[in-house]
């Protein structure tokens, strides 16, 4: 179990990597673009829909295993104080559950919209610049499948996912 766990927080550090690796190609590409619209009057193409297809959709749904790891996404604590810790984990466990299924159900959908837009070869129009779109369409199934794998290793090692301060 603990090499399962090991390799768990390796590839949320992994991820963790590929949010700040987008965060700065986000930045960058801005700044990039404000600078050649103001210098030399020429944007660069489609940055806008390169902002909004692939830097923003990672950004929100790459991150979901990484807080689902710390319990940060979902968590039942008006009840908790009043449970005992038996009840405790039984919530836990069927917070995670759930959490689990919901993240499934959610991959499973995601990816089928992302086979389909591969199939057609998604693409937008930019100033007469194609930009094809459909590989960021697999970002979200990306995101939500390791958010079902975290939470569904709660299942089998709830205590691993709780913060330090509240083991």
Not at 154 to 165: G, S, V, W
């Amino acid at each position: 179990m603990q090499a399962i766990l090991r390799l768990r927080d390796i590839a949320l550090s992994g991820l963790a990597l590929i949010g700040a690796v987008a965060v700065i190609a986000l930045m960058l590409h801005v700044v990039a673009d404000v600078a050649m619209r103001n210098l030399t009057n020429t944007p660069i193409p489609a940055t806008f829909e390169i902002v909004t297809h692939y830097y923003m959709v990672a950004l929100a749904f790459i991150p979901l295993a990484w807080v689902e790891r710390s319990g940060g996404m979902v968590q039942v604590e008006i009840m908790e104080g009043l449970m005992s810790p038996g009840m405790t984990k039984v919530s836990d466990w069927l917070v995670a559950l759930l959490s689990t299924l919901i993240y499934a159900a959610l991959f499973w959908v995601t990816l089928q919209t992302a086979l389909k837009n591969f199939d057609t070869g998604t693409f937008v129009m930019s100033q007469s610049t194609r930009l094809v779109t459909w590989p960021g369409y697999f970002i979200l199934p990306a995101g939500f499948g390791i958010a079902a794998l975290v939470t569904g290793l709660r299942l089998i090692a709830p205590d691993t996912a709780k913060p330090e301060a509240a083991k």
